[in-house]
């Protein structure tokens, strides 16, 4: 206690102003960070989801280009084999080669709608992920604005709690008598 009493009182008033405001600057650099590092993460993951939504509708491009390929062939077959037996594209034959026709183009059809679907609900994710980029991005400016905040409020508070300390000390020291004394030799209060 007796060291305590040899610390002037500005000196422990600006060591706990000085903590506090450190505290208040290296919370607000961690949150700041934070949101910084998931904002990137958001801004990543949208890039990733655009391209993936490229390379779906690239890739069912591919596929019903195929399937339409692979149909013609059937289709081709079909022709060359009632062609052969005289039958030709007249009567049933020619009503089921035009509803494998019909059926070749669905596929194909069904096959690059699954591709457009699949790319709009990539693209929709890229969008909600550069959505969160600027939530991140505003969470990281409000993060060092509260920083500043705190820094100055705990300063303030430092501040007051010395000026109340002095005013406690210029109290005790006036009503027994001398700076810093009492009947029982201590601070009472």
Do not use: C, W
């Not at 949150?31 to 990733?48: M, P, T």
């Not at 009567?91 to 019909?102: I, K, N, P, V, W």
């Not at 457009?116 to 993060?143: C, F, I, P, R």
């Amino acid at each position: 206690m007796a060291f305590l009493a040899a610390i002037p009182v500005a000196y422990i008033a600006a060591a706990t102003a000085a903590a506090s405001v450190a505290s208040a600057i290296a919370a607000a650099s961690a949150q700041h960070a934070s949101a910084e590092s998931a904002e990137k993460a958001a801004q990543y993951n949208a890039q990733l989801n655009e391209q993936k939504a490229v390379v779906a509708t690239q890739q069912a491009t591919a596929n019903a280009d195929q399937s339409s390929r692979q149909s013609d062939l059937a289709l081709g077959t079909a022709l060359a084999a009632g062609s052969q037996n005289g039958t030709g594209l007249g009567g049933s034959t020619g009503a089921l080669y035009e509803q494998d026709a019909t059926n070749a183009e669905l596929t194909a059809m069904n096959i690059r709608y699954g591709g457009q679907m699949q790319a709009a609900a990539l693209e929709s994710g890229a969008q909600l992920d550069t959505y969160q980029a600027s939530v991140d991005s505003s969470n990281a400016s409000s993060a060092t604005t509260s920083g500043i905040i705190g820094a100055g409020a705990g300063a303030l508070n430092a501040v007051g709690s010395y000026a109340n300390t002095n005013a406690r000390l210029g109290y005790y020291g006036t009503r027994y008598g001398g700076a810093f004394s009492s009947p029982a030799g201590g601070l009472s209060q």
